[in-house]
């Protein structure tokens, strides 16, 4: 896959400001959903869109945020190798909290679909970093070293 010089230059953008555009918008939104998920159901806003599409957005973009800092870091090679799978993983346990918390809050409950949801955001999340962020860098990694 051949990257163009924008494409470049977006990469080196992102690693050289990640904590300003990675990191703190990250922490930002994961605090901003938990606290989104802990009000009651009855004080919630409605966005006359679907429950479902609503987890699947939240998880999708949480997904992305996390999937690039895992890949981004520079203090672990194995998660950084492995970053796919560790942001799964990690986000999915989130995810069931997440669920299991709302037992605690009123007018909130555990709901399997909603955690289906929040999966295939996850899993697209994930695919859409590796598909479209990872494997491209890799590859113009992989030819300024031959």
């Given at each position: 896959?051949?990257?163009?010089?924008?494409?470049?230059r977006?990469?080196?953008?992102?690693?050289?400001?990640?904590?300003?555009?990675?990191?703190?918008?990250?922490?930002?939104?994961?605090?901003?959903?938990?606290?989104?998920?802990?009000?009651?159901?009855?004080?919630?806003?409605?966005?006359?869109?679907?429950?479902?599409?609503?987890?699947?957005?939240?998880?999708?973009?949480?997904?992305?945020?996390?999937s690039?800092?895992?890949?981004?870091?520079?203090?672990?090679?194995?998660?950084?190798?492995?970053?796919?799978?560790?942001?799964?993983?990690?986000?999915?346990?989130?995810?069931?909290?997440?669920?299991?918390?709302?037992?605690?809050?009123?007018?909130?409950?555990?709901?399997?679909?909603?955690?289906?949801?929040?999966?295939?955001?996850?899993?697209?999340?994930?695919?859409l970093?590796?598909?479209?962020?990872?494997?491209?860098?890799?590859?113009?990694?992989?030819?300024?070293?031959?």
């Amino acid at each position: 896959m051949q990257l163009n010089s924008l494409q470049i230059r977006f990469y080196k953008f992102i690693y050289k400001h990640k904590v300003k555009y990675l990191y703190i918008p990250l922490a930002l939104y994961w605090m901003i959903l938990l606290a989104a998920t802990s009000i009651p159901a009855n004080s919630m806003p409605s966005f006359g869109i679907s429950d479902k599409f609503e987890h699947f957005a939240a998880y999708f973009v949480l997904s992305v945020l996390f999937s690039l800092t895992l890949f981004l870091q520079e203090r672990n090679e194995y998660l950084k190798k492995y970053f796919n799978v560790y942001s799964i993983s990690i986000l999915l346990f989130y995810g069931i909290f997440d669920e299991v918390h709302q037992f605690f809050i009123p007018g909130r409950f555990f709901d399997w679909l909603d955690l289906l949801s929040n999966l295939i955001g996850i899993v697209s999340g994930v695919y859409l970093v590796r598909k479209y962020f990872v494997l491209p860098l890799l590859s113009v990694i992989k030819t300024l070293n031959k």
